[in-house]
């Protein structure tokens, strides 16, 4: 009888609870570790964590051709990556192709090159402001730095375009910095900002209005995700 | 009441062999009870008394053979119908443990109405049901300070008598009683007998009652033998 | 009498076993719950302890360190900031304002911390909550306190009171600083942070107590609290200060240039993202305690299971004469399963009894020893799923042996075979 049976395997199961115990435990320690793995990730990226530093563009392509993470279309949003933050003129791009020659005749590592380095730094204005963007509804994914927490949800946040703005890699210019605010519903939990995320929202590029003229982007969100294979 | 003439209980060529077994246990050609009678089951254990009572209860199917009641034939009902029609018809006693030890004397005997519209029905016919029990339990003899105490507190020869009322209740057609009085002494045994019939008569219930006590066969009108292989019928 | 009313006074028959059937599963629901709340409620209050502060900098540190004795008063920072240090950096364009510091000293086992007025006006919590005073008012004078709700309240203080601050953090009599007594002038209002727990004085206040101190031990020469005003008080190191900034998009940058300071070391931390990144390691230990009440949780339900079992063979003679009166096989199986339902949730209401009973004891202990509020809320929505979970998972643990009963009870017939 399928009762008897039961009954059976229940009895054995009372005799040996350590050993049902164990296999489960060892099951539970296998998709335990896979599963920090993941969390650490953030809920649903499928890969390796970004190391510090990396920018969304590196990690999207150490992730393999096959992932190309992107912000679901949204209508009357613009989508913009970082470059866009930068007015025309500004970019480390330009700035590198003006030096391009100089830096091409002289050798890597010696102190004309370190000299020439400095002054392409000073050249590159972090506080130049594109201010075409003012208020402009745009989409753009980046990783979080929190600021504000309701409960344990993040409401503000500064904005980077590179993985764990802290110390080994400079520190990312005013006008690549993006405070963001968010209301309760919209906002991230910790475990979603260990990977990369997009918010959608109005942008107001301004210069503060202190002696010190800096960029200062802020948006005022209104949607946001993970950034993930969509 | 129930009418006096109608067929209560009808066995036809009844056999009934377990699985794996050779001989049959219950070998009866023909059996026939009116309303109000009284048959006497005798047989040693082993002899099939409870096979026989299973039958008759619907809980198992005749291997060849026919079990009808009051009309019906029992293999035609499924197995919920049967349950039901046992619910409806037919009050038991055992030789103890008859009772719910949780319940009071009162709730033990109202129980059977519980899962028995029918019962439930007859029961209130003129008076409620509380008070049908309470008519029945003193008519055995059972005072009032008892109807609320739970059972634990009653001697085994109450609670057979609380058993009665609560098999009676709501007028069943039948009653099927195994060995109801082998736990009681002598004395306790006859007036307990006195009782039950009194009460089986004033509702003209079909009366089976089983045991191996040849002393108490002399009150029946009719009785069989089960040997565990045939029966012998004899009429007292 | 329906199957409900049979079920309650049979198991009120049986009340023992089902009593410690009913405990087992109180205790998982306690533990599933207790960790699930515990968590969340310790995240909450961590995170919610500073906001609107866009820098801490303090003397070069783990980010970790520096955020715990700066913010929660837990540990000690190993070396200070000099004050022409703090004052270069505080003079930065980019920063808007400071506050300074210091810790180090205690009270009656609360700790006190030195700092200026505008702490009042610049430290936030709880989404930019501003402290707010209970009674009084922020301190001015050099010998006057602000004290947290908790040291109020534990200390049964009011304003006026006179108080003395202790060196170190042992309140050792040799360690008193008699001569110079403190005044409360201000009370402030619950918040649910270490800062409840914080008695707050000037820094003038700070260095006028230790003028006599040299190097942690009294010097030959006493000074009263009259005398010791004489002396300049400006400090000459303070522990850490916080920093907010003109303009947020700079704080990166700022950031980095303190951490590279040149004449000292120290270090700059975001808050927000200090405390992230600490909630992040604590958040594997979780993992394992959650997984650990699973594992709780299903012993109960073994257990229950195994009771109900025994139950089976108790009631044999129960269900025969069930039977016999004309419950069905159905009856039967609905019976024992109202039977678990029963005990499964008497058991989650025990068990929520059980919880906030605990949480409501253990919340002011581990609010001094850990420095988090834990709340009273009732359960959120994944808790009351838990619940159900635990409901479901009891009823269909119970089908098991209702299966068996209803089985049993077809085959046992009308007669008993005892």
């Known amino acids: 009888m399928m009762t008897g049976k039961i009954m059976m395997r229940l009895k054995q199961l009372q005799k040996r609870p350590y050993i049902a115990i164990l296999i489960v435990l060892s099951f539970v320690a296998a998709a335990c570790s896979s599963s920090t793995e993941v969390s650490a990730n953030g809920p649903d990226q499928i890969n390796a964590s970004p190391e510090y530093g990396e920018s969304l563009q590196d990690w999207a392509e150490f992730n393999g051709d096959d992932f190309k993470p992107e912000i679901p279309p949204m209508p009357g949003y613009e989508p913009i990556v970082w470059e866009d933050l930068v007015p025309a003129g500004f970019s480390s791009d330009e700035i590198y192709a003006k030096y391009a020659d100089q830096l091409a005749s002289i050798e890597a590592g010696s102190p004309e090159a370190n000299a020439l380095y400095e002054e392409m730094q000073g050249e590159y204005d972090g506080d130049a402001i594109n201010v075409e963007l003012d208020g402009e509804k745009i989409q753009l994914a980046g990783f979080i730095s929190p600021l504000n927490y309701d409960d344990d949800i993040i409401t503000e946040f500064l904005f980077v375009p590179y993985f764990g703005a802290c110390i080994h890699v400079p520190a990312p210019p005013a006008n690549q910095t993006i405070l963001v605010t968010v209301d309760k519903e919209d906002g991230f939990t910790i475990e979603e900002t260990y990977g990369s995320v997009w918010i959608a929202g109005t942008i107001s590029a301004t210069s503060t209005t202190t002696d010190l003229a800096t960029a200062n982007y802020t948006i005022a969100g209104d949607q946001r995700g993970i950034y993930e294979v969509y | ?236 | 009498m329906n199957l409900l009313r049979i079920t309650l006074k049979s198991a009120r028959f049986r009340k023992v076993s089902l009593l410690l059937t009913v405990l087992s599963i109180a205790i998982s629901v306690v533990l599933l719950l207790g960790v699930d709340k515990t968590r969340k409620e310790a995240k909450s209050s961590f995170l919610n302890t500073i906001s609107e502060t866009d820098l801490i900098v303090g003397a070069r540190s783990g980010p970790t360190n520096l955020l715990l004795y700066s913010v929660f008063h837990i540990g000690n920072a190993t070396n200070n900031i000099s004050w022409e240090t703090y004052e270069s950096i505080a003079a930065k364009d980019e920063i808007a304002w400071t506050v300074p510091i210091s810790l180090g000293d205690s009270h009656r086992g609360f700790r006190v911390m030195g700092t200026t007025p505008d702490y009042f006006e610049y430290y936030r919590y709880r989404d930019k909550q501003p402290l707010t005073f209970d009674s009084g008012e922020r301190f001015d004078d050099t010998y006057e306190a602000v004290v947290g709700s908790d040291v109020a309240r534990d200390l049964s203080y009011k304003v006026g009171d006179e108080i003395i601050i202790s060196h170190g953090l042992v309140s050792a009599d040799f360690a008193n600083h008699e001569d110079k007594p403190f005044k409360v002038v201000g009370i402030l209002k619950k918040t649910g942070t270490p800062v409840d727990r914080t008695t707050i004085v000037s820094l003038a206040g700070l260095e006028a107590i230790h003028i006599d101190w040299q190097s942690g031990a009294r010097s030959g020469v006493k000074l009263d609290a009259e005398q010791a005003l004489q002396f300049d008080l400006t400090p000459k190191s303070i522990t850490a200060f916080m920093v907010g900034l003109e303009n947020k998009a700079l704080t990166f940058r700022v950031q980095r240039d303190i951490n590279e300071f040149e004449n000292e070391p120290m270090s700059a931390i975001i808050p927000g993202a200090t405390l992230a990144e600490f909630w992040r390691t604590i958040s594997a230990v979780e993992q394992i305690l959650l997984i650990i009440s699973g594992f709780v949780l299903l012993t109960g339900l073994l257990g229950m299971l195994t009771t109900i079992l025994s139950t089976l063979n108790e009631r044999r003679r129960e269900i025969a004469v069930l039977r016999s009166i004309g419950a069905r096989a159905i009856h039967v199986m609905v019976l024992i399963m109202l039977e678990t339902l029963l005990v499964v949730i008497a058991g989650c209401i025990t068990g929520v009894a059980m919880l906030y009973g605990l949480l409501a004891l253990g919340r002011p202990i581990i609010a001094r020893r850990f420095g988090v509020d834990l709340g009273l809320s009732w359960l959120d929505p994944t808790q009351q799923l838990i619940i159900i979970a635990v409901i479901l998972g009891a009823v269909l643990v119970g089908l098991i042996p209702g299966f068996i009963a209803y089985r049993r009870s077809i085959q046992d017939g009308i007669s008993l075979k005892v």
């Open chain 2, 1 to 236: 009441m129930n009418s006096k003439s109608q067929t209560v209980i009808k066995l036809d060529q009844l056999k009934f062999r377990w699985p794996n077994q050779i001989a049959d246990t219950i070998e009866i050609d023909e059996l026939q009870l009116e309303a109000g009678e009284h048959l006497f089951v005798r047989g040693a254990s082993g002899s099939g008394k409870t096979t026989l009572l299973n039958l008759l209860a619907g809980i198992h199917k005749p291997t060849n053979g026919k079990v009808e009641l009051l009309g019906q034939n029992l293999a035609s009902l499924s197995v919920s119908q049967r349950d039901q029609f046992r619910a409806d018809h037919m009050g038991v006693v055992f030789q103890q443990f008859n009772l719910l030890p949780y319940l009071t004397t009162l709730e033990n005997v109202t129980l059977s109405c519980a899962f028995s519209k029918r019962k439930q029905l007859r029961a209130s016919e003129s008076s409620e049901v509380i008070t049908t029990a309470k008519n029945l339990l003193s008519g055995l003899n059972l005072s009032e300070e008892l109807h609320k105490a739970p059972v634990s507190e009653l001697s085994v020869g109450q609670q057979q008598r609380v058993a009665v009322a609560r098999a009676l209740i709501g007028r069943p057609e039948i009653v099927i009683a195994d060995e109801p009085t082998s736990a009681l002494d002598a004395d306790n045994r006859d007036r307990f007998l006195d009782l039950l019939f009194q009460e089986v008569d004033a509702q003209a219930c079909t009366l089976i009652f089983v045991s191996h006590d040849p002393q108490i066969a002399k009150r029946f009108e009719r009785s069989i033998e089960l040997t565990g292989k045939r029966e012998l019928e004899g009429v007292l």
